[in-house]
């Protein structure tokens, strides 16, 4: 059974920092790109962070870059978002995903609130 599991979110005030975590199991993680998307109240989901199953090439959508860092171990079957930095318009909830060709999973998400 497919599983991504996501952890890591809560409030945090406008400057802090928090660290997303995706557990995943039931598939060959290793050949998956995974990103994280998000997506806030009223607003369309968006696509955060990707990182490449084979090369781990990142890619980062402009608001986020030098501020977010996504990574992955394979080993652990795990993805991570390190969020520094954060502002108040990176509240919202932060979804796992995973890709390979047309084969796509989602995790059920992890609400990230940024507030003082």
């Known amino acids: 059974q497919v599983q991504l599991v996501e952890s890591g979110g809560g409030l945090v005030q406008p400057g802090g920092s928090l660290r997303l975590s995706c557990a995943a199991a039931?598939?060959?993680?290793?050949?998956?790109?995974m990103s994280w998307y998000r997506q806030a109240p009223g607003k369309e989901r968006e696509l955060v962070a990707a990182i490449g199953s084979i090369t781990g090439v990142t890619n980062y959508v402009d608001s986020v870059k030098g501020r977010f860092t996504i990574s992955r171990d394979n080993a652990k079957n795990a993805v991570f978002l390190q969020m520094n930095m954060l502002k108040p318009e990176d509240t919202a909830m932060y979804y796992c995903?995973?890709?390979?060709?047309?084969?796509?999973?989602w995790g059920q998400g992890t609400q990230v609130t940024v507030s003082s």
């Open positions: 995903h995973a890709n390979n060709g047309p084969v796509t999973y």
């Open positions: 039931g598939f060959p993680f290793s050949l998956y790109g």
